[in-house]
């Protein structure tokens, strides 16, 4: 025991220097040693039956004894009746009121309420006797521990219930009754560990978020695209993510079962809090996405899968409101799909694309000796497509990969790291400005601008499932070759704020709309013009 702090302390794992602090009465030191004063009470108290007895009295001629002793021989030999013994416990909780309590020392007394249905029992009686005064030890107060001590208050009322403790009646699970005949929160240290864990996990809902996805094949006969909307990561926030898949659907259908997984095992590890680093943060997730790499790699190796990948755009809503603690975005990119947040109605870039002309990508790919050419009026990064063929011909052959960073793709990662799996990550406190994030595939940027799916998505604020659909309608109107999938989560405590954004906005269109006709533009006709662009129609009718 340190003596200053009056806290118990126990060796850990058997190393002299090593300790650890016990917290409380649920701590299995403490669980064990109260189970061995239990059985050492209970034995102390057990009455022993000497065996014999029946024929030491019928050698002194206690008929009676010998008559029982006779009738036991005739139906065979029987264990001594128990002796009487006390309920421990009972079953339904008591209401009471405090008597008395000595908060130095710790304990008090509780007189028992009477019910209505118990008086008229006891009405027979010639004399009502009072009620007994239960003892009660602040150990046996709910929540209460050595650290964070609970006392009662005099005349207040308690719920409990009634045990037999050495051999007096005594009050357990005690708690403190509101005006509204409920337990007091101050209680609440009663659940166990995992209970208050879970008491502050958040999802979408609790921290007032509102999500759809919408994915479309396209003009592409499969659809290789997968999303994750709405992934509860306990008490640390909530995750999203897009992801194109290329070559085939594995990869992707990999990344969307086990990348939040992932990446909550190395916020454990890393023993990230919601109020934790921005740096830790990071350092968290991109090991996450590494761990999930060699994952995929090893399948691919495996099933003759090098040139199936994926990209991956991800969005975590990091923190947690029942902890005070504020809400941050943590975007992390690989590949050419993008994050767009929505501040204020302008587009604001949360990703930057990973192609391969990208200058310090460019500069990346040359250095470890790789080679980025121009196909087919696209900067790709060429790979041998068959390294170990014996045909010249088929050596001289090359796949071309339009990203420099991805999930999978091993032909690009072996024998030359050409294609990268470390994903860059954005850590953005969030402003009373913010009003919603999308998370698309590079099928809808190819013909979309970021301020273009901002624009689609404000004009069904509160609906983030039209305001997907109106995306991914707009993006296979203008001619998208490839997948369509976007991803809309709004905000929904910047409810009050957003009717105000959305009409500087449409003003703002009507001022350059103005501008390019050479004549002024009413908000109805660039609401009318708006209209016209999405006319309802839907992929799968």
Known sequence: MHVKSRVYYVQKDGNPKDFRKIEDDD??????????EEMRKAIQSTEFVQFGDD????????????????????VGPEMPP?????PIEEEVKAEGKVQKWDSEKGFGFIVPIVKEKEKKKGEEDEEEKPPVGLFVHRKNIAGSTPTNPIN?????????????????????????????????PIHAGAQTLEEKKKSYYVTAESIGLRCHAESWPGLKKALQDRYTSDEAMEELGVFFGVYDGHGGTQVADHIQARLHKNILAQFRQKQVQPASR???IRQAVKEAFLQTDKEITSVSERKKLDQVGSTAITAMLHGNPKLGTALRLVVANLGDSRAVLCRG?????????????????????????GLILQMRGTARIAAPANPNATNKAARREYSGLAMSRAFGDNIFKTPLYLVSAEPEIMVVPLTDKDLFIVLACDGIFDVMANQEVVDMALRYWEDPEEAAKAIVRTAYKKGSEDNLTALVVQFGWSDRGAPKYLEKRKGTLAL??????????????????ASAVDDGMDMFG
Do not use: F
């Open 278 to 280: 921005d740096e830790k």
């Open 27 to 36: 701590d299995p030191i403490i669980r064990k040693m109260k189970q061995s």
């Open 82 to 86: 128990p002796a009487e013994k006390q």
């Open 512 to 529: 350059q709309a103005a501008q390019e006709d050479g004549a002024p533009r009413t908000l109805a006709a660039q609401a009318a013009a």
């Open 345 to 369: 109605g302008q587009a604001v870039a949360l990703s930057d694309d990973h192609k391969p002309n990208r200058v310090d990508e460019k500069k990346r790919v040359e250095r470890v000796g």
């Open 55 to 74: 024929k030491a009295a019928a050698a002194e001629g206690d008929a009676p004894a010998l008559e029982e002793a006779a009738a036991r021989q005739a």
């Open 152 to 184: 009662l208050k005099e005349g207040g009322k308690v719920e409990y219930r009634s045990v037999i403790q050495e051999g007096r009646p005594c009050a357990s699970e005690v708690k403190m009754l509101g005006a509204d005949g409920k337990p007091l």
